[in-house]
């Protein structure tokens, strides 16, 4: 038996889970819930589509790529998180191993197989992404497929990173349902944890409360000697966006350990967005609401959208091999019999 018959078989097994089917209802959940808030929240300010070129980037970021990016990633770890284990529990894997066969081919093949399960998982994605855009009367254009196929790829790194750190649970903890829920966790941890928990702390921690420059709060005494508080706009003033830029600085330092960070920004990039740099120096046009007045963002070819997260990809690819190679290492000494 070679890498690809394992790589098939582990196709066909994680494709008849309650795991990948419960990872679909979560991203339809997910998915229809963003779409309400920001419904909500554009019918309280602005129409947010005239901050994007199409109506389908629109949604997209506005809604559909969180709910795209977990569910890739929790499919990933929970499929990683009992490739070997299982086996070893059920005894399959010691047929397998009486076979002439070496340890190398059973891992690559199980990697293989998640590789092909979460490349078939995205397509499916995005098959509902477009289909929710088009029930909800947002036209799916030529630039938007073009995007998404760019964007394609690196979503299959994104997963087979989140893969790779299962199958490091899955050969460091014997038990399957410790293992899920170990990939729960980390999943839990890099979604919520560090983004809403940790890295605002530590930014805060290190910038520091935030600088106002005391004379934005001062008031001017008219001819008729009544006095006229001056309209205070944060963004316009110098400490306070220093505070800001020190701050946010920390919080991307922090979020860099995050691998949803590291593909939330490669798919942006790709799909249009301006970059944080961009955004930070206009958030003052940004919070003013003024309709149509400023875009998220920009018009950019593939090739410079991609160069300009060389370094997200690079930290995709180090990740995957950071959880491959223990992985590896453990399962090469694991008793089998």
Known sequence: MGVLNIAIKEFEVGIRTRRFYATIFVFFVLALVFIKVTSITSGLSLNLEEMYNTPFQALFFSSLSSAF???VALLAVLLGATSINQEIRDGTIKVLYSKPIYRDTIIWGKLLGGILMIAVTVGLFYIFMVGIALIFGKPVIEYDISRLLAIYPFTIL?????????????VLIKTPLNSIVAGILAFLFVVIIIPMILAPLIAFAIAGAPQFSSSE?????????????????????????????????????????????HFDEISGIIFGRKTTEDVLGAIGQLVSMEEGSYKLVEDRSIGEAISLVVGNIIALIVSTFMFLIPAYLKFAKIDLR
Request: hydrophobic share 35%; charged share 15%.
């Open 217 to 261: 709060f001062q008031t001017i005494n008219s001819s008729n000697g009544s006095s006229v508080e001056i309209t205070y706009n944060p963004f316009e003033d110098r400490e306070f966006m220093q505070w800001m830029e020190k701050y946010m600085d920390t919080y991307r330092k922090v979020m860099y350990v995050s691998l949803t960070y």
């Open 158 to 170: 994104y997963g087979v990173a989140f893969y790779s750190l299962g199958l490091l649970f899955s």
């Open 69 to 71: 990016n977990y569910a």
